[in-house]
C-alpha cells in the first residue's frame, strides 16, 4: 500500500535517475505498482511532493533546534544562526534532489509553488524570533521596517541556498562561511545604529528648534 514516504521515496528516485518528472501520474503510479487514486490521496501532483518535501525540510530543522538545551538562552541572532546551518546541515543528505529541484524552478521574482510551504513555517519562525529580539531590545523598532525584517530572512535563505548548490568547496565551507557574513550583516541592519541615533535627534531638532530662538541663540 502506498504512503506518503513511499511515494516521495519513488519520486526522488524517478526525478533524479531520469533527470525530468514522471510524464503523468498515470505512468509513475503503474511503474510503481500503485493506483492513480492511491496517489491523490496524498499528493494532487508532483509539485505538491517537492512542495511537501521543502516544507518538511523546515519543519524538521526547526523542531531540532528548538530540542537543543541552551535553545531558550539564545539571541534572535543566534537562533537564526542555528536554523541556516542546521537546515544546511539537512540538505546535505538529499543534496542530489535539492540541486535538481531547484534547477529546474523557472527564474521569477515570485516565490516558487513549491517553496511556498517552507516560506510559510520559515517565516512563523522568523517573526517569532523577531518578536522576542524587540522584546529584549536586541533589535530596533523601526515603524515599518521592523514588519519586514523576516522577508530581509528569507530573501538571505534563497541567496544560501542557491550559493550551496554552486558550492564546490570542502566540506560546504564556504556556505558556513556565507551564512555566518550574511546573518551577521542582516542582524547588525536590525539593530540601533549610529544612523538611527542621527535620525532621532534630527526629529528632537525638528520639534524642539523653536526653543533655542526663545534663548537668544537663533541666527540674525
Given at each position: 500500500?502506498?504512503?506518503?514516504?513511499?511515494?516521495?521515496?519513488?519520486?526522488?528516485?524517478?526525478?533524479?535517475?531520469?533527470?525530468?518528472?514522471?510524464?503523468?501520474?498515470?505512468?509513475?503510479?503503474?511503474?510503481?505498482?500503485?493506483?492513480?487514486?492511491?496517489?491523490?490521496?496524498?499528493?494532487?501532483?508532483?509539485?505538491?511532493?517537492?512542495?511537501?518535501?521543502?516544507?518538511?525540510?523546515?519543519?524538521?530543522?526547526?523542531?531540532?533546534?528548538?530540542?537543543?538545551?541552551v535553545?531558550?538562552?539564545?539571541?534572535a541572532?543566534?537562533?537564526?544562526?542555528?536554523?541556516?546551518?542546521?537546515?544546511?546541515?539537512?540538505?546535505?543528505?538529499?543534496?542530489?534532489?535539492?540541486?535538481?529541484?531547484?534547477?529546474?524552478?523557472?527564474k521569477?521574482?515570485?516565490?516558487?509553488?513549491?517553496?511556498?510551504?517552507?516560506?510559510?513555517?520559515?517565516?512563523?519562525?522568523?517573526?517569532?524570533?523577531?518578536?522576542?529580539?524587540?522584546?529584549?531590545?536586541?533589535?530596533?523598532?523601526?515603524?515599518?521596517?521592523?514588519?519586514?525584517?523576516?522577508?530581509?530572512?528569507?530573501?538571505?535563505l534563497?541567496?544560501?541556498?542557491?550559493?550551496?548548490?554552486?558550492?564546490?568547496?570542502?566540506?560546504?565551507?564556504?556556505?558556513?562561511?556565507?551564512?555566518?557574513?550574511?546573518?551577521?550583516?542582516?542582524?547588525?541592519?536590525?539593530?540601533?545604529?549610529?544612523?538611527?541615533?542621527?535620525?532621532?535627534?534630527?526629529?528632537?531638532?525638528?520639534?524642539?528648534?523653536?526653543?533655542?530662538?526663545?534663548?537668544?541663540?537663533?541666527?540674525?
Open positions: 500500500m502506498a504512503t506518503i514516504e513511499s511515494i516521495q521515496k519513488a519520486y526522488i528516485d524517478f526525478v533524479l535517475t531520469e533527470g525530468t518528472q514522471p510524464k503523468s501520474v498515470y505512468v509513475f503510479a503503474k511503474k510503481n505498482k500503485m493506483t492513480e487514486e492511491e496517489f491523490y490521496r496524498f499528493f494532487g501532483s508532483f509539485d505538491a511532493i517537492e512542495q511537501h518535501l521543502w516544507t518538511n525540510f523546515a519543519v524538521r530543522t526547526i523542531a531540532e533546534i528548538k530540542t537543543q538545551e535553545w531558550g538562552q539564545y539571541s541572532r543566534e537562533k537564526a544562526l542555528s536554523f541556516f546551518y542546521s537546515f544546511f546541515e539537512l540538505l546535505k543528505s538529499s543534496r542530489s534532489f535539492v540541486v535538481y529541484s531547484i534547477k529546474k524552478q523557472p521569477s521574482f515570485t516565490t516558487p509553488v513549491i517553496f511556498t510551504g517552507m516560506k510559510d513555517a520559515f517565516e512563523s519562525f522568523c517573526s517569532d524570533l523577531i518578536t522576542e529580539g524587540l522584546e529584549t531590545n536586541e533589535l530596533s523598532e523601526r515603524k515599518f521596517f521592523s514588519n519586514r525584517y523576516k522577508d530581509a530572512l528569507w530573501v538571505q534563497v541567496f544560501v541556498l542557491n550559493f550551496w548548490i554552486n558550492d564546490n568547496s570542502t566540506g560546504f565551507e564556504k556556505t558556513d562561511e556565507a551564512i555566518e557574513k550574511g546573518i551577521n550583516v542582516t542582524f547588525d541592519l536590525f539593530q540601533r545604529s549610529p544612523i538611527d541615533n542621527l535620525f532621532e535627534y534630527g526629529k528632537f531638532l525638528a520639534k524642539n528648534g523653536g526653543l533655542t530662538e526663545k534663548m537668544g541663540f537663533g541666527s540674525n
